[in-house]
């Protein structure tokens, strides 16, 4: 059964690591994708389910700042000493942001906003070919329970947007485990991979959403500013028009208001017609299994440096009912993707992976890697750090691997 949607940078041989978590100063609340970076550089991470995070930096790095921010957050900038002293515990206190009426009347319309932000994405994103480094983290789990998981450092060679190039993905690090009993007979693989979540920066590839075309198909409306990077930003609801049949996107753009740069976008998959959204998944299966999704949700977040924006963050949510013929009960799966960049430069000469060393399209990711290794296997190499469920679950897989060694 497959699902679908529609690397090296040098590492040092020495690093440093820093440790954290992210809170809402009113709520203590965890702050989920907040950007933790070190200033002047291209290294950063995110914080994951927990709000926590480790960032990675090499000793030969100058750098002694790191600035956390957060969709609708003031920014926070600290020296790396504050960090240096164990677990750090960072605050961010929530921004209220007010746009003149002058900004809230300067386009007829949000659509034509939108239009806008698309008509701009030259001028707004990078202009050369970059080698960036992200990880990849794909899980699958049946209700609660983890029973597939994957993680991998891949080389990303990203053309510009207003290229007609496609960006080219190459596997670098990787590891697995997959619970096959849990499974069952049902076999999930999530079909893409990484480019599964390539292919929600929506400023790269429009034609899976916003066309010039197809932006005529939703409605748009204007909800309340926010901030990203202590500046202000349009955000502007969108909902696929009740007269164009499902499946069809509901969601929200976060637009820089000075600019017009897209900064982030969240949005999910309106499901109608449950036959006609499985078809967009389903690609292979038993005949005797019916698989209906009841959940695709989508996130990209881009970065800005040196006033030029870039793919920083995609997340892919999917949900799934899974019945067979003659079982009496369904089984409900939840596939989870996410790939963050942690580190990229130019690539002037535009060099990129042999062909032989790309992975396609569609890749079966779990099945181009086995095995979980030591835990110093990512060395230099900034991942998201995993949530407590998933750490269990790969703690469990290494004591199971140690006691099979022993016996």
């Known amino acids: 059964m497959l699902f679908c949607f529609v690397l090296p940078l040098q590492a040092q041989e020495t690093f440093k690591e820093f440790h954290g978590k992210v809170f809402d100063t009113e709520t203590n609340d965890v702050l989920v ?36 921010s957060s969709l609708g957050y003031q920014s926070v900038e600290l020296a790396l000493t504050e960090l240096e002293k164990g677990f750090a515990k960072i605050k961010l206190s929530p921004m209220v942001t007010e746009l003149s009426e002058v900004n809230l009347t300067a386009y007829s319309s949000a659509e034509a906003l939108v239009r806008a932000v698309f008509a701009d994405k030259a001028k707004n994103n990078l202009r050369e070919d970059v080698l960036m480094t992200a990880f990849y983290r794909e899980t699958i789990k049946k209700r609660k329970r983890n029973v597939s998981l994957t993680e991998a450092v891949i080389n990303l060679y990203k053309q510009p947007n207003a290229s007609v190039k496609k960006d080219v993905l190459e596997l670098h690090k990787a590891r697995k485990s997959t619970d096959y009993k849990r499974l069952d007979t049902v076999a999930l693989k999530l079909q893409g991979g990484p480019f599964s979540v390539l292919y929600i920066d929506v400023m790269k590839y429009p034609e ?25 930003v349009y955000v502007v609801r969108f909902r696929q028009k009740e007269e164009i049949p499902p ?17 982030s976008a ?29 959940r695709a949700s989508y996130r990209v977040d881009y970065r800005e440096k040196n006033g030029k924006w870039y793919y920083g963050y995609g997340s892919v949510q999917l949900a799934f009912k899974v019945s067979k013929r003659r079982k009496w009960f369904n089984s409900h799966y939840s596939l989870s993707s996410e790939m963050a960049v942690t580190d990229w430069e130019t690539n002037p000469t535009g060099k990129v992976a042999l062909i032989k060393d790309r992975l396609k399209p569609t890749v079966i990711i779990a099945d181009a890697v086995s095995g979980f290794s030591d835990p110093e296997f990512w060395g230099p190499y900034n991942v998201i750090e995993p949530e407590k469920s998933i750490e269990s679950a790969i703690n469990k897989i290494r004591r199971k691997l140690k006691k099979e060694k022993g016996s």
């Open 247 to 263: 499946p069809g996107y509901e969601g929200k753009l976060f637009i820089d208001a000075e600019t017009l740069a897209l900064t």
């Open 33 to 68: 994708f907040a950007n933790v970076g070190l200033k002047g550089t291209n290294v950063s991470t995110i914080t994951n389910a927990e709000g926590e995070f480790t960032l990675k930096i090499s000793s030969d790095v100058t750098a002694d700042k790191v600035i956390v």
């Open 208 to 232: 899976y959403i916003f066309t010039d075309r197809s932006i005529g198909y939703y409605d748009f409306t204007f909800a309340a500013p926010s901030t990203v990077n202590d500046k202000p």
């Open 266 to 294: 969240s949005y999910s998959l309106i499901i109608g017609n449950e036959r006609e959204a499985s078809e967009m998944f389903v690609k292979r299966k038993p005949r005797d299994v019916n698989v209906i999704p009841t």
